[in-house]
């Protein structure tokens, strides 16, 4: 390219970063960027261990989403500049800075496709065997082994946080806390009813086999100012917690089940030995499910929601999975597909977020 047309492509870019910059109003971030980092200087900061890990999460994340477009203006500025001195032995440099411009133009815009309320905010995945017995739970484990792996390799931090084993083979239900950048944002798109077709490994006959389980994804809402609950509208039953087949059964009353009377959201946790810690754990999915029902509803007045969306019943699935007669991973929503289905079930299913990320913001 010559100079001026340099010039054009680079004019244009700015523009584009410019506007895009004040959609997602990058400037309140630096703002606030600024206030954290004045406050970390503080003295007594550090006083409220808590709030002050809170603050260093909330600073991790805004940086996250503002240090990348302060690069991509930064650098525009500079070619530009760099530009304006009109040196022709500069130009094969300054072409090469304008295709990795555009890359990471490129990069930052599918980044800012994640703006939902909560799309910063770490998850929660809840996956529940449906129909199809012993091959449900079995499929209900093989999800929770996708998402574990996805986790992993994308260098999130995952932890179990609830399972309740199948009798024969797998799990009834799991629960999975996944942190790190867009956690939720990035796996939103995966709550719904997921449908397996294969040979059954539990059928005498090896017969063909359909199976269901529903993942429930929740954006992890630490903060309760974030989702105010009155006291008055739960209820706390604590029980005495036992493992499978009666194994590793505690002798204290440690496990927690707490109840959002209005709604109707129950949540029972019993993993931890701490009875506080496991009612800190049940609120916490307590006011991810409130959050989740307000973005469904459409409502910020936690007293207008109704109970749980029941809507994804076992049949209406989001996302279909065979592995006979053919191999197919198909969503029903993106049309996205790919017949690589190994690698799907291994963990490998940003195809499948991207596609669905652009999918949410076409419809």
């Known amino acids: 390219m010559n100079g001026t047309e340099l010039q054009t492509v680079l004019t244009d870019l700015q523009t584009q970063v410019s506007a895009d910059m004040q959609r997602l109003d990058i ?19 550090w006083q409220d261990a808590q709030a002050a890990q809170a603050s260093m999460q909330q600073l991790s994340k805004l940086n996250q989403k503002v240090q990348p477009w302060q690069a991509l203006a930064g650098t525009i500025a500079d070619t530009l500049e760099l530009l304006a001195l009109q040196d022709d032995a500069l130009l094969p440099e300054i072409t090469k800075t304008v295709e990795i411009l ?3 133009y490129a990069a930052c815009k599918k ?35 996708m998402y574990t792996r996805w986790a992993e390799q994308n260098k999130y931090t995952v932890s179990l946080l609830q399972e ?40 005498a006959d090896n017969l063909r086999q359909t199976s269901f389980a529903k993942v429930d994804v929740l954006p992890k809402i630490d903060a309760p100012e974030e989702v105010a609950i009155d006291e008055k509208d739960l209820k706390v039953d604590v029980y005495r917690a036992g493992g499978h087949g009666g194994q590793s059964v505690n002798t204290t009353d440690s496990a927690v089940r707490i109840t959002h009377l209005p709604t109707g959201i ?9 009875q506080l810690q496991n009612k800190e754990t049940a609120l916490t999915i307590v006011r991810s499910r409130l959050a989740q029902l307000q973005l469904e509803q459409h409502t910020q ?19 279909n999975y065979v592995l006979h ?38 419809s």
């Open 27 to 45: 400037a309140s971030a630096e703002a606030l960027i600024s206030n954290i980092t004045t406050a970390q200087q503080s003295p007594d900061f």
């Open 102 to 104: 555009q890359v990471e």
């Open 111 to 145: 980044l800012a496709q994640y703006n939902g309320p909560y799309d910063d905010h770490d998850v929660i995945i809840t996956l529940y065997s449906g129909a199809g017995g012993t091959d449900a739970q079995d499929w209900a484990q093989m999800l929770l082994r």
């Open 164 to 203: 309740s084993p199948g009798e024969e083979a797998g799990i009834k239900s799991a629960t999975l806390q996944i942190g790190g950048a867009l956690a939720y944002g990035k796996l939103k798109g995966e709550h719904g009813v997921h449908r397996l077709v294969r040979l059954s490994p539990f059928n």
């Open 266 to 274: 129950t949540v029972a946790i019993q993993n931890e030995r701490s």
């Open 301 to 319: 007045d936690i007293a207008k929601l109704k109970g749980p969306n029941e809507q994804a019943a076992w049949g209406n699935q989001i996302r």
């Open 325 to 362: 007669p053919y191999s197919m991973v198909k969503d029903t929503r993106t049309k996205y597909e790919t017949s690589d289905v190994q690698s799907v079930l291994d963990g490998s299913i940003n195809s499948l977020i991207e596609a669905y990320a652009e999918y949410a913001i076409s």
